[in-house]
């Protein structure tokens, strides 16, 4: 007996409600994240840019009164006195060298530990300590070895000038406390990274290598047009991750330097704090953060155009 088919219309019907029951339940399941991202997130992020834009001290907080609206006068003072593009320019030189030699440390690491060592196991144990110390306490780790004349640092430089230098202050330096922060950052970075990189490597196809060293590829050979084609969807969320972390990154400097010494290490970051909860000028300190938040999304863009522009 012939089976009689369902209606045209009727089959439509269901195949658009059921899909309509799937758009409904996955909306569901978004929805709390989706009321956090609001709530946490994108509504502080339009308050600060609103508030940025007024002149908000301690007086509205305690009184509980609307700052004055005073366009881009936050703005153009910070720019005046130079606190903003000096402190652009700290933060620009810190997320390029930590950023540049986190990868090159990690790259290296990460290829030493890709050709199986003995105590392989043990080493990728251990060197992700570092990144499991909370931020402030690898700051202030590193603040004992950095410090003046008792700190680890200093034993080495007097060890190796053979006693000439018995005064060498890392921290205290216009020209050497930026790299004693960037050194620092490096050491709690390093592993996480290494572990990611090492993981991209490890995704990569033997045969495709076994077959490139049988028809004489070097070492560097396989490395450049092998592993790195492999690996750049890894590299490229590894960086990014790099990048945003080390734009924000307070903690280091406010335990090591605060920063100090004459403003040698004053980000982006240490300027934002500076300006909201010392000088309780809360609507300065938005507008640092919101000039931040553009430096920020705006390298992180151009990061990802040119590394697509590579790929294609």
């Known amino acids: 007996m012939r089976s009689s088919s369902p209606a045209p219309g009727r089959s439509l019907w269901n195949f658009h ?5 799937d758009m409904l339940f996955c909306l569901g399941l978004l ?32 009184k509980n009164r609307p700052g004055d609206w005073n366009d881009f006068a936050n703005y153009t003072r910070l720019w005046k006195a130079g606190k903003l593009q000096s402190a652009i320019g700290i933060t620009g030189r810190f997320v390029l060298w930590t950023v540049g030699l986190t990868f090159v440390v990690s790259m290296a690491l990460a290829l030493i530990l890709n ?27 590193w603040a004992w070895i ?25 921290l205290n330096g216009k020209g050497t406390a930026l790299w ?15 572990l990611l990189l090492l993981a991209g490597m490890q995704s990569v196809p033997d045969d495709i290598l076994e077959a490139a060293k049988i028809d004489g590829a ?36 406010a335990t090591l330097t605060n920063g ?38 705006v390298v992180v863009l151009i990061f990802n155009l040119i590394f697509k522009r590579e790929r294609k």
């Open 17 to 21: 409600s059921r899909k309509r029951q």
């Open 31 to 62: 929805l709390p994240a989706i009321v956090l991202c609001v709530a946490f997130i994108l509504i502080p992020i339009v308050d600060s840019v609103a508030m940025s834009f007024t002149s908000y001290k301690i007086a509205n907080l305690t």
């Open 115 to 141: 050709t199986d060592p003995r105590g392989a196991r043990f080493l990728r144990s251990v060197m992700m300590i570092p990144w499991v110390i909370p931020t402030v306490i690898a700051g202030l780790l």
């Open 146 to 170: 950095y410090a003046n004349p008792y700190g680890l640092v200093q034993y080495l430089v007097n060890v190796f000038s053979g006693g000439r230098v018995t005064d060498f202050g890392m």
């Open 180 to 194: 004693g922060v960037i050194i620092a950052g490096l050491w709690k970075q390093v592993p996480l990274m290494t």
């Open 218 to 253: 070097g070492y560097f050979t396989r490395l450049i047009h092998i592993l790195i084609p492999y690996m750049r969807s890894v590299i490229a969320v590894s960086v990014s991750m790099c990048i945003i972390e080390n734009f924000k990154q307070y903690p280091l400097f």
């Open 260 to 297: 100090g010494p004459v403003g040698a290490t004053t980000t982006l970051a240490v300027l934002s704090y500076d300006e909201a909860f010392v000088n309780n000028n809360y609507g300065s300190g938005a507008a640092v953060t919101t000039v931040w938040l553009l430096v920020m999304i």
